[in-house]
């Protein structure tokens, strides 16, 4: 058994993902149930709330791909970093849905730097703000600053809600835009 079947009732085949299996609504409600660092954190905070942040740190016209820029963990979960780079099986699953999620929303699966550097930001916020204290240092964050402002979490309810409607206006806005064009 190579699929999975997500809140909404929807089939998500794993190892041959497709676009119409993408739900936006399960997107939101699977990141907004799942906290950030193995739940390694002072309170409950989401993978949803995490990709808003990195969504507000990004000029306006790659907030969408900001904002689903960890949309693969609505399916493949999310695995801390040391951990996903030690699986290189699990990366390439993890490639094909995210090209599922592309496809499903029209986006390049080419994500531009500044979300690269926006989720660093973020990253740096979130160990400033979040995490215990601990002397050991972060090799990926040298040379990044955190946000100057404070990270305060939602519940999972908050969560699911904000990063629902933001992808909802998102896409309203872009595909507006792009059709435009």
């Given at each position: 058994?190579s699929f ?27 990141l ?8 390694h ?15 507000e ?17 609505a ?12 699986l290189?099986e ?9 090209h ?15 979300i690269h ?18 002397p050991?240092?972060w ?33 309203a ?9």
């Open positions: 058994m999975i079947i997500t809140r909404n009732a929807k089939r998500f085949d794993l190892l041959e993902p497709a676009a119409h299996m993408v739900d936006p609504a399960d997107i939101a409600w699977s907004s149930m799942q906290c950030r660092f193995n739940g954190v002072k309170a409950f905070y989401s993978v949803a709330q995490h990709c808003l942040v990195v969504a740190l990004v000029p306006a016209q790659y907030q969408l791909e900001a904002l689903l820029h960890d949309a693969t963990e399916y493949v979960g999310d695995l801390v970093s040391p951990l996903k780079q030690a290189p699990y990366r390439q699953i993890e490639m094909r849905v995210w599922a999620i592309c496809h499903r929303f029209d986006i390049d699966p080419v994500l531009p730097p500044c550097d926006a989720d660093l930001i973020a990253l740096a916020t979130e160990k400033r703000d979040l995490m215990a204290d601990h050991d240092a090799p990926c964050l040298t040379g990044t600053n955190p946000a100057a402002f404070r990270i305060k979490p939602m519940t999972q309810a908050e969560a699911c809600t904000a990063y629902f409607n933001r992808l909802m206006e998102l896409l806005t872009t595909h507006r835009a792009r059709a435009a064009a």
